[in-house]
């Protein structure tokens, strides 16, 4: 009884500290001078990943396993490893690009955890046979870990493309309206236009070199988030196959989890090959990456919804009035 009410206690306070640092996010957007801020929302995933972690520590006392044996479970750990990778570049005291990312998505997948499952997953339950093994913290464990860092790679890739795209959009249009100009205006208008041109050049300069800093941030940490979480989903895979065998005989049977696993690590494999040929680097890989974003919520989520295959225990209900 006191177990489960220091993990109700917990819960909520996590929740709530990582809204208030969602609300303090929005307020840099628009106030960007006020560093006392950038600081609290810091200091906010900081205490946010202190409570997941007690949490799940509660968890795992009280049940007797590590907490990774259904899907509610799984959502605390995938927040817990967000709120993780929301510190990696403090480890370096770089400017977190990775926050406006990470803590969203750890809000997200704590508040459909809490809210958006029956509350019978919320339950710690006995751990059916094939869960009853050494192997069950290192490879559930990776795969989550490989999930977050994955998502928040794929999404700032995402990001990426959106900034390309808009600024190829930007040049067409002007392009475009420097032809009109050429045919239309006549040649005093046309002088005119470009003084203008010319007073505004090193406004345009700046703009375009901001630009071109921000794709090449966004694309900088991407590379290194995707090939971190790469890394993770590689050796998720590998143990997995080791524990399959223990369990039901086979290293690999084709499961519709292990497929999907499959696939996502094939897609991350094509962005890395990518990235070794400075031709298709940039929005080819990002494109990849967004990609294997979708690809990763059919393995975790979709497979689960379905619930078929070996790994059916991981299936879920959602709440409902």
């Given at each position: 009884m006191i177990f489960a009410t220091l993990e109700h206690i917990l819960t909520h306070i996590s929740f709530s500290i990582i809204s208030i640092v969602i609300t303090i996010h929005f307020m840099t957007l628009l106030v960007h001078e006020i560093v006392e801020l950038r600081n609290s929302s810091e200091?906010?995933?900081?205490?946010?990943?202190?409570?997941?972690?007690?949490?799940?520590?509660?968890?795992?006392?009280?049940?007797?396993?590590?907490?990774?044996?259904?899907?509610?479970?799984?959502l605390?750990?995938?927040?817990?490893?967000?709120?993780?990778?929301?510190?990696?570049?403090?480890?370096?005291n770089n400017k977190n690009y990775l926050s406006v990312i990470t803590a969203p998505s750890a809000i997200f997948t704590q508040g459909f955890a809490t809210s958006g499952l029956s509350t019978e997953m919320h339950q710690s339950a006995?751990?059916?046979?094939?869960?009853?093994?050494?192997?069950?913290?290192?490879?559930?464990s990776?795969?989550?870990?490989?999930?977050a860092a994955l998502l928040c790679g794929s999404?700032?890739?995402?990001?990426?493309?959106?900034?390309?795209?808009?600024?190829?959009?930007?040049?067409?249009?002007?392009?475009?309206?420097?032809?009109?100009?050429?045919?239309?205006?006549?040649?005093?208008?046309?002088?005119?236009?470009?003084?203008?041109?010319?007073?505004?050049?090193?406004?345009?300069?700046?703009?375009?070199?901001?630009?071109?800093?921000l794709t090449q941030r966004l694309d900088y940490w991407s590379y290194r988030v995707i090939c971190l979480g790469f890394t993770f989903l590689t050796i998720g895979i590998l143990s997995g196959a080791v524990w399959a065998n223990e369990a039901w005989g086979s290293y690999w049977n084709w499961d519709p989890k292990e497929t999907w696993a499959f696939i996502t690590w094939i897609i991350f494999a094509i962005y890395s090959h990518t990235r070794t040929n400075k031709s298709l680097q940039d929005t080819h890989s990002a494109l990849a990456?967004?990609?294997?974003?979708l690809i990763i919520w059919i393995c975790y989520f979709g497979i689960n919804l379905l619930g078929i295959g070996l790994?059916?225990?991981?299936?879920?209900?959602?709440t409902s009035n």
């Amino acid at each position: 009884m006191i177990f489960a009410t220091l993990e109700h206690i917990l819960t909520h306070i996590s929740f709530s500290i990582i809204s208030i640092v969602i609300t303090i996010h929005f307020m840099t957007l628009l106030v960007h001078e006020i560093v006392e801020l950038r600081n609290s929302s810091e200091r906010g995933m900081i205490a946010t990943f202190l409570s997941i972690t007690g949490l799940l520590v509660i968890r795992w006392i009280y049940s007797g396993h590590s907490p990774l044996s259904n899907l509610y479970e799984s959502l605390i750990f995938l927040s817990w490893s967000f709120s993780i990778i929301h510190m990696i570049p403090k480890i370096r005291n770089n400017k977190n690009y990775l926050s406006v990312i990470t803590a969203p998505s750890a809000i997200f997948t704590q508040g459909f955890a809490t809210s958006g499952l029956s509350t019978e997953m919320h339950q710690s339950a006995i751990l059916v046979p094939a869960l009853q093994s050494q192997w069950l913290m290192m490879h559930v464990s990776m795969m989550l870990l490989s999930y977050a860092a994955l998502l928040c790679g794929s999404l700032l890739s995402v990001a990426l493309l959106v900034v390309t795209f808009r600024k190829n959009i930007d040049i067409f249009f002007k392009s475009k309206n420097l032809v009109i100009k050429s045919f239309i205006v006549d040649e005093v208008e046309y002088l005119n236009d470009k003084r203008s041109v010319f007073k505004n050049t090193s406004f345009i300069s700046f703009r375009n070199y901001y630009k071109y800093q921000l794709t090449q941030r966004l694309d900088y940490w991407s590379y290194r988030v995707i090939c971190l979480g790469f890394t993770f989903l590689t050796i998720g895979i590998l143990s997995g196959a080791v524990w399959a065998n223990e369990a039901w005989g086979s290293y690999w049977n084709w499961d519709p989890k292990e497929t999907w696993a499959f696939i996502t690590w094939i897609i991350f494999a094509i962005y890395s090959h990518t990235r070794t040929n400075k031709s298709l680097q940039d929005t080819h890989s990002a494109l990849a990456a967004s990609i294997g974003f979708l690809i990763i919520w059919i393995c975790y989520f979709g497979i689960n919804l379905l619930g078929i295959g070996l790994h059916s225990y991981g299936s879920f209900t959602l709440t409902s009035n």
